[in-house]
């Protein structure tokens, strides 16, 4: 089949589709990563050209059509304990700080499939087991994506072993995991019954969530407009508790969207406070 280079009003078709169904906002300069992202649908959908394809998109999309295409455009890079200080401040500040008897919820936005939410559901299991008597409430995890592919992976819990070596000690491997077939581990159900996991667009509303005392959205913002940055981190604000914590992707700031929040210097690590 043809996968031709997109024409300029086909580029900008799209571009103006992905932003506003999910956020996300594309380059001048970035045909080829659509033509080779959207390439493999064009069977599915009986298309002879990724431009063929967006027009049907944006005239007369089939049932699931939007998502599926939304799907093979997210970038689900992730990996377990992603930049370290996070889950080490979970344990030695916020834990102790947070633990007043009852539950503590966290909510790690854009979760892909899954290794964030497990990460801190691990943190969670080493800092009882360090601290006997210590989160009786214990901790509540809420995943969301947008994508409902990486959600019910997520559900699963459930990987290989690519993704078995990406931020994960064999120390925490033997302790948190079991081995199903040769090459696929899966999450113990002690750090699986912590979190939970559902579809979520960033842009749509949060409040069926609940509220939170931490939230996660880490390495996602970088790929948001600036207003519909300052729209998530309000939101974001909205479903937090009281002088609750937000952590954010190691190159991402709030600075110039919100003064809701103050930041915290944690050496290594930035981490934002609900004023």
């Not at 102790?96 to 939410?117: R, V």
């Not at 019910?152 to 290989?160: F, H, L, P, S, V």
């Not at 509220?211 to 940055?229: G, Q, T």
Request: charged share 25%; net charge positive.
């Amino acid at each position: 089949m043809s996968t031709q280079q997109l024409n300029a009003a086909e580029y900008e078709q799209f571009k103006e589709f992905l932003e506003r169904s999910c956020g996300l906002v594309l380059g001048d300069n970035k045909h080829y990563l659509v033509t080779s992202r959207l390439t493999g649908l064009l069977d599915e959908y009986r298309v002879g050209s990724v431009g063929e394809l967006i027009k049907l998109l944006v005239t007369r999309p089939p049932m699931g059509m939007k998502e599926r295409v939304i799907e093979a455009m997210t970038t689900n890079e992730t990996f377990w304990f992603r930049d370290g200080f996070p889950f080490d401040i979970l344990k030695s500040r916020l834990y102790p700080e947070l633990d007043q008897g009852g539950q503590i919820k966290i909510w790690s936005a854009a979760c892909s499939t899954g290794q964030e939410a497990y990460s801190i559901s691990m943190t969670a299991e080493e800092y009882r087991a360090a601290n006997p008597g210590k989160l009786r409430g214990d901790v509540r995890i809420v995943g969301t994506d947008i994508s409902p592919a990486v959600v019910r992976q997520a559900q699963q819990g459930r990987y290989d072993h690519l993704a078995m070596t990406r931020g994960l000690s064999p120390e925490r491997k033997q302790k948190f995991f079991r081995q199903v077939s040769e090459r696929e581990w899966e999450v113990l159900p002690q750090i699986k019954a912590r979190a939970s996991f559902r579809v979520l667009n960033l842009l749509e509303s949060y409040r069926a969530l609940g509220k939170f005392d931490i939230v996660f959205c880490r390495n996602v913002l970088i790929y948001f407009s600036a207003e519909n940055k300052k729209d998530i981190i309000e939101r974001i604000a909205g479903v937090l508790n009281p002088r609750g914590y937000l952590f954010l992707g190691a190159s991402e700031s709030i600075t110039s969207y919100s003064d809701a929040f103050e930041m915290i210097r944690c050496n290594p690590g930035v981490l934002y406070r609900l004023k």
